[in-house]
């Protein structure tokens, strides 16, 4: 039998480029692992970079890949894993016909999460974007992205000695992300100028991401700047990015011929978009008001932030400035634009908010849990003055949820194929499959436990010497840095964006008290941080030195550990290794939150006081609950009032439950329970759940207006 003929280097190189010029990738693991294998060390150290993998290989090993056959395999494997993912039935064209068939969703959002190789994102925002993106090809609901490309994307983050922290800003080199220069360009009217930006495409199967880069040498400086970082700068220069966001990614999708029947604000920072879409109309020869009336009903708007402080407000002059061609192509004036911003039109003192304009502009409005619904309906009701009663105020809620091929570790991916035959490859609104994880052996859901929290042990333990070697620690420290982890420990994660509503270093507030917890010879538990405040929210960054600080204390050393620069990898090594993901924030100041929604794929379970989505998932047997006192009379009685509610769990219910160990070795309430947060929160907060669920409550009615 002759022997299959050896591919060519260059042939090599072509199919694995091309798997990699398509972001499906980032959430099929067999399609990772020709990269993996071609050069692991590179693969880990390039942060899971697929291209810069492959220019980083030498051509030796190139060469002696082409020649291994189990290489080979793995290639084939990977290119037919994708294949198959764009040939399977999509829930969307399965259950919709006729008009229904023709929407097209345009999505805008300032940060897209897609993979930790590209810093496009600073936190929740980016990552729900991200996994919408991805649930919305996975269902097949025609949908295209549209953001900004950063060159310095997100800041990256090291902690000094003293706890204080170094922001550097990298420059990313765009040849080396899978982005595909489209060839057209936008002329974006800013004030009085008109910026550059040229369009790159990003793909996701059959999902496109249009992103706007206007560092153009044809721009002035402080135009190239737009495009530099993400929420860096003044706030006029974050105005002007808002501009090139909405003004800018709408005419972007006009230069490629994309014709989208609904437009989805997500968050207020593109609400710029629904006036240029006026100014367009009425270009056309549409009355204004018919040309409003069409834009509200055609747009769904998408709002996160619970507190008032949290969005973003302009001088209604300074707005009216920057936006003033495309008002004057709209027919209006400066005070009318202004009065679409604001709670009280007329008034002249008041800026103008962007997320007024979007509630004003939007027909369908929806806040992200439904606590977060109740929030938005009493923080917004002046702005509906029509409203007799709060339940009249029309803004709903679609909760957040997570994408389950992005989040879902392969070993427990696995586990669960074999136990409840889960078949996480074909995506569905309503996977019943997890409901049987209640079922399942619980020796044999302790052991893959305990495997994923050795793995988290381990990486953990890497991350902290790289980390004493960077800040230029003696031998000894090195030495010491994350010695103290154990794989037995129970083991608590807080990892989210240092808001300080978030409170990271609330369960500090009591420093003895938490020391005898993590000290008990016989019930070790060790907490471990990860997060980046703001670059100017002072406080914020205070919050995270905080916590380095405490974890360099003696009687918290080896108990306590933060790491450096979160992004999605340390998120899932995270979500997925440890026992216990605790959320303190202040109520309700959590919009949603997504983070805790990935443990219960791993048997972690949630202990966080009932603020954003988890009064909708806590059924009292499936995590635990922190009964704060948030109404009570100043900040400092409130944070003391919730630090021991959360002690008080700790003490009383968790770390005994987790200890109670039966004569094999297996705590069974505890795994009961753990199996139980399986069984009730994966299949209801995924973002196949969330994505069908703007199907059907918004695109869908503003695609038949």
Same mark, same amino acid.
């Given at each position: 039998?002759?022997?299959?003929?050896?591919?060519?280097?260059?042939?090599?190189?072509?199919?694995?480029?091309?798997?990699?010029?398509?972001?499906?990738?980032?959430?099929?693991?067999?399609?990772?692992?020709?990269?993996?294998?071609?050069?692991?060390?590179?693969?880990?150290?390039?942060?899971?970079?697929?291209?810069?993998?492959?220019?980083?290989?030498?051509? %030796?090993?190139?060469?002696?890949?082409?020649?291994?056959?189990?290489?080979?395999?793995?290639?084939?494997?990977?290119?037919?894993?994708?294949?198959?993912?764009?040939?399977?039935?999509?829930?969307?064209?399965?259950?919709?016909?006729?008009?229904?068939?023709?929407?097209?969703?345009?999505?805008?959002?300032?940060?897209?999460?897609?993979?930790?190789?590209?810093?496009?994102?600073?936190?929740?925002?980016?990552?729900?974007?991200?996994?919408?993106?991805?649930?919305?090809?996975?269902?097949?609901?025609?949908?295209?992205?549209?953001?900004?490309?950063?060159?310095?994307?997100?800041?990256?983050?090291?902690?000094?000695?003293?706890?204080?922290?170094?922001?550097?800003?990298?420059?990313?080199?765009?040849?080396?992300?899978?982005?595909?220069?489209?060839?057209?360009?936008?002329?974006?009217?800013?004030?009085?100028?008109?910026?550059?930006?040229?369009?790159?495409?990003?793909?996701?199967?059959?999902?496109?991401?249009?992103?706007?880069?206007?560092?153009?040498?044809?721009?002035?400086?402080?135009?190239?700047?737009?495009?530099?970082?993400?929420?860096?700068?003044?706030?006029?220069?974050?105005?002007?990015?808002?501009?090139?966001?909405?003004?800018?990614?709408?005419?972007?999708?006009?230069?490629?011929?994309?014709?989208?029947?609904?437009?989805?604000?997500?968050?207020?920072?593109?609400?710029?978009?629904?006036?240029?879409?006026?100014?367009?109309?009425?270009?056309?020869?549409?009355?204004?008001?018919?040309?409003?009336?069409?834009?509200?009903?055609?747009?769904?708007?998408?709002?996160?932030?619970?507190?008032? %402080?949290?969005?973003?407000?302009?001088?209604?002059?300074?707005?009216?400035?920057?936006?003033?061609?495309?008002?004057?192509?709209?027919?209006?004036?400066?005070?009318?634009?202004?009065?679409?911003?604001?709670?009280?039109?007329?008034?002249?003192?008041?800026?103008?908010?962007?997320?007024?304009?979007?509630?004003?502009?939007?027909?369908?409005?929806?806040?992200?849990?439904?606590?977060?619904?109740?929030?938005?309906?009493?923080?917004?009701?002046?702005?509906?003055?029509?409203?007799?009663?709060?339940?009249?105020?029309?803004?709903?809620?679609?909760?957040?949820?997570?994408?389950?091929?992005?989040?879902?570790?392969?070993?427990?991916?696995?586990?669960?194929?074999?136990?409840?035959?889960?078949?996480?490859?074909?995506?569905?609104?309503?996977?019943? %499959?997890?409901?049987?994880?209640?079922?399942?052996?619980?020796?044999?859901?302790?052991?893959?436990?305990?495997?994923?929290?050795?793995?988290?042990?381990?990486?953990?333990?890497?991350?902290?010497?790289?980390?004493?070697?960077?800040?230029?620690?003696?031998?000894?420290?090195?030495?010491?840095?994350?010695?103290?982890?154990?794989?037995?420990?129970?083991?608590?994660?807080?990892?989210?964006?240092?808001?300080?509503?978030?409170?990271?270093?609330?369960?500090?507030?009591?420093?003895?008290?938490?020391?005898?917890?993590?000290?008990?010879?016989?019930?070790?538990?060790?907490?471990?941080?990860?997060?980046?405040?703001?670059?100017?929210?002072?406080?914020?960054?205070?919050?995270?030195?905080?916590?380095?600080?405490?974890?360099?204390?003696?009687?918290?050393?080896?108990?306590?550990?933060?790491?450096?620069?979160?992004?999605?990898?340390?998120?899932?090594?995270?979500?997925?290794?440890?026992?216990?993901?605790?959320?303190?924030?202040?109520?309700?100041?959590? %919009?949603?939150?997504?983070?805790?929604?990935?443990?219960?794929?791993?048997?972690?379970?949630?202990?966080?006081?009932?603020?954003?989505?988890?009064?909708?998932?806590?059924?009292?047997?499936?995590?635990?609950?922190?009964?704060?006192?948030?109404?009570?009379?100043?900040?400092?009685?409130?944070?003391?009032?919730?630090?021991?509610?959360?002690?008080?769990?700790?003490?009383?219910?968790?770390?005994?439950?987790?200890?109670?160990?039966?004569?094999?070795?297996?705590?069974?309430?505890?795994?009961?329970?753990?199996?139980?947060?399986?069984?009730?929160?994966?299949?209801?907060?995924?973002?196949?759940?969330?994505?069908?669920?703007?199907?059907?409550?918004?695109?869908?009615?503003?695609?038949?207006?």
């Amino acid at each position: 039998m002759p022997r299959p003929s050896t591919p060519s280097i260059d042939d090599l190189l072509t199919r694995l480029l091309r798997i990699a010029e398509d972001l499906a990738w980032s959430w099929h693991e067999p399609a990772q692992r020709p990269f993996a294998m071609l050069d692991p060390i590179a693969w880990e150290a390039r942060n899971h970079a697929p291209i810069e993998t492959v220019l980083s290989t030498s051509k %030796a090993r190139i060469a002696a890949a082409a020649a291994d056959a189990c290489f080979l395999q793995a290639l084939d494997a990977a290119e037919r894993t994708l294949a198959d993912a764009r040939r399977a039935p999509r829930w969307f064209k399965s259950n919709h016909r006729g008009r229904d068939r023709r929407l097209k969703v345009a999505y805008y959002c300032s940060e897209f999460a897609i993979h930790e190789s590209m810093q496009q994102y600073s936190g929740g925002l980016g990552v729900l974007a991200g996994d919408h993106v991805k649930s919305a090809e996975d269902l097949g609901v025609p949908l295209v992205g549209v953001g900004l490309l950063y060159r310095h994307g997100y800041y990256r983050q090291q902690f000094e000695a003293d706890g204080s922290q170094r922001i550097l800003y990298p420059t990313y080199d765009f040849d080396r992300y899978p982005l595909e220069e489209t060839g057209s360009s936008v002329a974006c009217p800013i004030g009085r100028r008109s910026v550059t930006a040229r369009i790159m495409r990003l793909a996701l199967g059959d999902t496109s991401l249009l992103l706007l880069d206007a560092d153009l040498p044809e721009n002035r400086p402080a135009d190239r700047r737009l495009t530099e970082g993400l929420y860096k700068g003044e706030p006029d220069l974050r105005m002007r990015q808002q501009v090139l966001l909405g003004v800018g990614g709408a005419m972007a999708l006009e230069a490629m011929d994309e014709r989208p029947t609904v437009h989805h604000l997500n968050e207020g920072h593109a609400a710029f978009a629904a006036v240029e879409r006026i100014a367009r109309l009425v270009e056309e020869g549409t009355d204004r008001s018919d040309a409003v009336a069409r834009v509200r009903a055609s747009t769904v708007f998408t709002t996160h932030t619970p507190v008032p %402080a949290g969005h973003d407000r302009y001088p209604a002059r300074d707005a009216a400035a920057v936006m003033s061609s495309v008002l004057r192509r709209a027919g209006f004036t400066s005070r009318s634009f202004a009065d679409l911003g604001r709670e009280t039109p007329g008034d002249r003192s008041e800026p103008l908010c962007m997320t007024i304009l979007a509630l004003r502009l939007a027909e369908h409005v929806n806040g992200v849990a439904k606590l977060h619904g109740e929030v938005s309906r009493e923080m917004w009701r002046s702005v509906y003055p029509e409203a007799e009663t709060l339940k009249d105020v029309p803004i709903g809620s679609i909760t957040n949820g997570v994408h389950p091929g992005t989040w879902l570790d392969p070993a427990a991916a696995a586990f669960w194929r074999r136990h409840i035959r889960l078949k996480p490859e074909l995506a569905k609104p309503d996977e019943a %499959a997890w409901s049987k994880a209640t079922n399942v052996d619980p020796a044999a859901a302790w052991e893959l436990r305990n495997v994923l929290r050795a793995r988290l042990v381990g990486s953990m333990r890497d991350r902290l010497v790289r980390q004493s070697v960077q800040r230029g620690d003696d031998p000894s420290e090195r030495l010491a840095a994350g010695a103290g982890l154990r794989e037995d420990a129970l083991t608590i994660g807080f990892a989210r964006r240092f808001a300080t509503y978030k409170r990271a270093p609330l369960i500090f507030r009591d420093r003895a008290r938490l020391a005898a917890m993590l000290n008990d010879p016989d019930r070790p538990v060790q907490i471990v941080f990860a997060g980046k405040a703001h670059p100017r929210d002072g406080e914020g960054q205070e919050f995270a030195g905080m916590v380095y600080r405490m974890s360099r204390r003696p009687e918290f050393r080896g108990r306590i550990a933060i790491l450096e620069e979160y992004d999605m990898r340390i998120g899932r090594e995270l979500t997925s290794g440890c026992d216990v993901w605790l959320n303190n924030p202040i109520r309700p100041h959590e %919009a949603s939150g997504t983070s805790g929604m990935k443990p219960p794929m791993h048997l972690g379970v949630n202990c966080s006081i009932l603020d954003g989505w988890w009064p909708e998932g806590f059924d009292g047997r499936n995590g635990f609950e922190i009964v704060g006192e948030p109404k009570r009379s100043g900040a400092a009685a409130r944070d003391a009032a919730d630090a021991h509610a959360m002690y008080e769990v700790l003490e009383d219910h968790l770390i005994p439950e987790f200890f109670a160990r039966g004569r094999d070795g297996v705590p069974k309430r505890w795994m009961k329970r753990a199996l139980r947060s399986a069984a009730t929160i994966p299949g209801p907060f995924s973002t196949h759940r969330m994505v069908a669920d703007y199907v059907t409550q918004a695109y869908l009615p503003a695609n038949r207006p």
